[in-house]
Nanobody, 124 residues
């Protein structure tokens, strides 16, 4: 079954950290880039970060650059999003997909896969 499943969300205080995981099955991250997106209630979705399939190049939205780090483990077919210095405005449902919609890079795969997401809440 072709799918991605996210995990790692939760409640964290401002300034805290979380690491999200995106486990892909049914396809290989050797062949497909992955993008992380987030969507807060009542807001449009926002592209957060992407990692390419070929050389692992990484891309970030301005709002998270310097705080978030995307990486992947091809052996585990998993992409990670390390989120540090979290702010209340980072609160959203985070999901991964086989696409990227950043100003620095746009990518749409011939295999459209998107997960249900994992909820991140940043609050004191």
């Amino acid at each position: 079954q072709v799918q991605v499943v996210e995990s790692g969300g939760g409640l964290v205080q401002p300034g805290g950290s979380l690491r999200l995981s995106c486990v892909a099955s049914g396809f290989s991250l050797d062949n497909y880039a992955i993008g992380w997106f987030r969507q807060a209630p009542g807001k449009e979705r926002e592209a957060v970060s992407c990692i390419s399939s070929s050389d692992g190049s990484t891309y970030y939205a301005y709002s998270v650059k310097g705080r978030f780090t995307i990486s992947k483990d091809n052996d585990k077919n998993t992409v990670y999003l390390q989120m540090n210095s979290l702010k209340p405005e980072d609160t959203a449902n985070y999901y991964c997909a086989t696409e990227c919609r950043l100003s620095s890079w746009t990518y749409v795969a011939d295999l459209e896969v998107r997960g249900q997401g994992t909820l991140v809440t940043v609050s004191s």
